[in-house]
């Protein structure tokens, strides 16, 4: 008549187990009669071992909960055909004066758990024939039932990583919310078929880490304009979060402060306070490091829905090829009032905004060459004002400053969301190019440094061809060798009947 | 939409206008257009309050200065104030002429546009 000790055992103290000596008699089902009075005396003093021969299932369940070994077969409490469930359980539910629940509920959560991937399987548990069978419902949008289900997750497995509670017409979550500080490790959540209504919902559970969530089939999703509103909207509640609905989100601008960046001091700039500085200097090295990575989708993150992003760049008759790429439409050209040809383009809405960013040529940014002033606008906005060196990486020629004021609202991860964007293109004054790159930022796979003149990029040309080195390797050769051709040549022959360079620097 | 220039680019473009006017002319008028709780940030210094800026612009060591504007963009923000960004260069006595970037952010108080927040930098990198 033990079975219940698993939960019984936290009224008697963890150590003991409650378990009856049961002998050569466990398989029998009519043992004597015991009255109310005995049965009582056993549950309150005894303890005894689970015979072993009920160990069938005792394996798979050991690892639910290493304190109390569970036997399930003796889940039909000895006895009990002699006297009535109906009786026996609330006699039980008095004695134990912590809420209830049968056994036969944690025995069906346990044959739903998967030890190996510690999750916990609840889909639709409400029709599980174990407990249907039992007229035992499980209704998990019922409070106490959810209560009573995270008890038992919190009491035998809370090191819980996975957790699947699709299908069960779930209306809140506010139970759920308990799952933040006991089962702190879970990572992935299945509600998807439920009915749950509102976003708001989902911020009762805010504070889980979670890296996977299946929301699909509830009528919150239909609540979003466009998959990537509702995307972005579950991703400021779960930061960490890298699928949703079964599909992999592109990495997230995480505002992690676990996460240590190393920046080159901005020298000269104001930044309000140091705070502020630590703050803002990290969301400028990663936005700025999407920005250049080649595929700036995931700037979305960092944008506000509404955000209005401006770009604006002159054009004078000198220089005319220098921002062509920036000119997507000469009408607009045509347009403008300005004497001196601009070329303006407005953006609204983040989606709009990333669209226009991401057909911007790819860039390279100069760390070094940040300024960076900010100001507080509101209690909560701040002004970031920020001047920076850009390279575009087809033609290293052009080194074009850019002049960029964010207007950022907290976002509500803790970081930073843009709302205003206004870029201001133009080409860097020859002083910003002397001391453009003077770090060595690293080359991509095959072009040449930006910062040659015609004369020396005609030397590495020469010295590439004659050497079958690559571009770079040349440059560096010439570099090393103070750009003295045949003292370059000649330590290369060296090198090189040496076996001392490798097959990875000549040209295939 | 027409061409019809919106509202907070008529209003950005007639401040910026009114705003380098003065500047090159008399600067100490320049109050006007901030309140006690404009913030400057000129050149990477901060200053608060009209006094303070008013102050600040008046001592800056130069009698003639003159800006020319190359670009100016104008943004509304969801509070209903407008972010004005310019780009232009600048000659002060008889230096050279240098490049700077400037924006503003202009609110409307009693009916009248001020200046709340200012910022000012040269198109130099300071490195040193």
């Known amino acids: 008549m033990s079975c219940s000790a698993i939960l019984l055992g936290e009224n008697l103290g963890k150590e003991t187990a409650v378990w009856t000596e049961i002998g050569d008699e466990a398989e029998e089902e009519d043992g004597e009669d015991l009255s109310e009075e005995e049965i009582e005396a056993k549950l309150a003093g005894s303890k005894s071992r689970c015979v072993s021969s009920h160990s069938h299932l005792v394996n798979l ?54 030890c190996s991937q510690q999750a916990l399987d609840l889909k639709s548990i409400h ?6 069978s039992r007229d035992i419902k499980v209704v998990l949008n019922r409070k106490t039932n959810m209560e009573a289900v995270i008890k038992i997750i919190e009491g035998n497995i809370p090191q819980l990583t996975s957790l699947n509670l699709s299908h069960n017409c779930i209306q809140r979550l506010d139970e759920l919310s308990e799952l933040v500080t006991k089962v702190p490790h879970l990572k992935v959540l299945n509600l998807s078929h439920n009915d749950l209504k509102s976003e708001h919902e989902l911020d009762k559970l805010k504070g889980l880490k979670l890296v996977e969530l299946w929301l699909v089939r509830n009528p919150l999703c239909d609540l979003f304009k466009d998959p990537s509103s509702y ?63 080649g595929d700036r989708q995931s700037l979305l993150g960092a944008y506000h829905d509404e955000a209005l992003f401006s770009l604006t760049t002159p054009c004078n008759v000198q220089n005319p090829s220098g921002l062509r790429e920036y000119f997507k439409d000469s009408r607009n050209l045509k347009r403008t009032k300005d004497s001196t040809m601009r070329f303006r383009l407005l953006k609204h809405t983040r989606l709009n905004v990333v669209a226009l960013l991401n057909e911007l040529p790819k860039t390279q940014h100069d760390i070094t060459s940040f300024t960076v002033d ?17 390279v575009d990486d087809k033609s290293k020629e052009s080194i074009r400053a850019f002049s960029r004021v964010f207007i950022t609202v907290p976002a509500v991860d803790s970081g930073l969301c843009i709302i205003n964007d206004q870029l201001f293109i133009r080409m860097a004054t020859t002083k910003e190019i ?36 690559k571009l770079e390797w040349s440059l560096k050769c010439l570099q090393d060798n103070e750009w003295d051709l045949n003292k370059a040549a000649h330590i290369f022959t060296q090198l090189k009947t040496a076996g001392k360079i490798p097959d990875v620097a000549f040209m295939k | ?63 003639k200065i003159a800006h020319s504007i190359t670009a100016q ?40 546009w001020v200046c709340t927040n200012d910022m000012f930098r040269l198109a130099v990198h300071n490195f040193g």
Not at chain 2, 5 to 28: A, C, K, N
């Open chain 1, 374 to 390: 900010v100001n507080a606008y509101t209690v909560s906005s701040r002004l970031i004002c920020h001047t920076l060196i850009v």
């Open chain 1, 231 to 293: 995307v972005s909207a579950v991703r400021q509640k779960f930061p960490r979060l890298l699928k949703l609905d079964g599909n992999d989100l592109p990495p997230h601008i995480g505002f992690d402060v676990d996460t240590p960046t190393t920046l080159p001091p901005c020298k000269g700039s104001c930044f309000g306070s140091d705070d502020a500085k630590v703050y803002i200097q990290r969301f400028l090295q990663q936005y700025y490091s999407v920005y250049d990575s």
């Open chain 2, 73 to 112: 963009d104008h943004q509304p923000t969801p509070d209903n104030c407008i972010l004005s960004m310019v780009v232009g260069q600048l000659k002060a006595d008889d230096d050279h002429i240098i490049g700077f970037h400037q924006c503003f952010i202009l609110k409307n108080i009693n009916d009248a």
């Open chain 1, 434 to 469: 002397s001391r453009a790159f003077v770090a060595p930022v690293p080359p991509p796979s095959s072009s040449q440094v930006p910062t040659l003149t015609a004369p020396q990029q005609e030397v590495v040309s020469t010295f590439s061809l004659k050497s079958g080195m």
């Open chain 1, 61 to 114: 369940l050991c690892d639910w909960s290493n304190r109390i070994p569970i036997c399930l077969p003796c889940q039909q409490i000895p006895h009990g055909t002699k006297y009535d469930k109906k009786w026996l359980v609330p006699a039980l539910q008095d004695i134990c004066s912590i809420p209830y629940t049968p056994i036969q509920v944690s025995q069906c959560m346990s044959k739903r758990f998967d």
């Open chain 1, 127 to 132: 029709t599980d024939p174990d407990l249907v």
């Open chain 2, 1 to 63: 939409m027409g061409d019809q220039t919106p509202l907070w680019e008529q209003i950005g473009s007639s401040f910026v206008q009114h705003y380098y006017q003065m500047f090159d002319s008399d600067r100490s008028q320049l109050g006007s257009i901030y309140i006690d709780a404009s913030c400057l940030t000129w050149e990477g210094q901060p200053c608060q309050g009209k006094r303070a800026i008013v102050e600040k612009l008046t001592s800056l060591p130069f009698t």
